[in-house]
T-cell receptor, first 113, second 111 residues
Framework: DVKVTQSSRYLVKRTGEKVFLECVQDMDHENMFWYRQDPGLGLRLIYFSYDVKMKEKGDIPEGYSVSREKKERFSLILESASTNQTSMYLC????????????FGDGTRLSIL | AQRVTQPEKLLSVFKGAPVELKCNYSYSGSPELFWYVQYSRQRLQLLLRHISRESIKGFTADLNKGETSFHLKKPFAQEEDSAMYYCALRPSNFGNEKLTFGTGTRLTIIP
């Protein structure tokens, strides 16, 4: 069974801090994704990656960056956290070219004070 | 650009009654459509996809290209169906793995 693990379930940070959210998958998936989930807005794609060191902007990349140094790990970075980045963050992974679905982690609920 | 619309944010249905969660999309090509579900305190997971033409937990969804819809249906609601449901679209062009999600419908089954 695919396992997508996010390092923290809950995280509280202060405005202006640099924040790292980590995600690890154990199924050798090529694709990894970061979403934020907000009530009434659904899931919105922040960044995704097709391969190691590859990244592409999603729909709402402003204020975020990502890092993928190893295939199994995809990090989301908030360069200078702001209160409007308080949200639930979901990581997902999938195989390429296989009509396979995305598999999601449990999510990290991030609060920026 | 593609778009997915779920017109109902909240839907309440009595146990045993039929359920229909609406999903409409806009996309110029032939999309792949999915329904994802998130039960309370659980991770988001795939419920079903149109390409498989399957029934999962009694739910079915038919892709209607003429009406650009992919509504989720179940003839008899059960209490354990209470959850958040998201419709999602993936473009058909080769190698594009991005999903576009709707805003979700919270389904509550009334005992």
């Amino acid at each position: 069974d695919v396992k997508v693990t996010q390092s923290s379930r809950y995280l509280v940070k202060r405005t202006g801090e640099k924040v790292f959210l980590e995600c690890v998958q154990d199924m050798d998936h090529e694709n990894m994704f970061w979403y934020r989930q907000d009530p009434g807005l659904g899931l919105r794609l922040i960044y995704f990656s097709y391969d190691v060191k590859m990244k592409e902007k999603g729909d709402i990349p402003e204020g975020y960056s990502v890092s993928r140094e190893k295939k199994e790990r995809f990090s989301l970075i908030l360069e200078s956290a702001s209160t409007n980045q308080t949200s639930m963050y979901l990581c997902a992974s999938s195989l390429s070219y296989s009509n396979q679905p995305q598999h999601f982690g449990d999510g990290t609920r991030l609060s920026i004070l | 650009a593609q778009r997915v619309t779920q017109p109902e944010k909240l839907l309440s249905v009595f146990k045993g009654a039929p359920v229909e969660l609406k999903c409409n999309y806009s996309y110029s090509g032939s999309p792949e459509l999915f329904w994802y579900v998130q039960y309370s305190r659980q991770r988001l997971q795939l419920l079903l996809r149109h390409i498989s033409r399957e029934s999962i937990k009694g739910f079915t969804a038919d892709l209607n290209k003429g009406e650009t819809s992919f509504h989720l249906k179940k003839p008899f609601a059960q209490e354990e169906d209470s959850a958040m449901y998201y419709c999602a679209l993936r473009p058909s062009n080769f190698g594009n793995e991005k999903l576009t999600f709707g805003t979700g419908t919270r389904l509550t089954i009334i005992p």
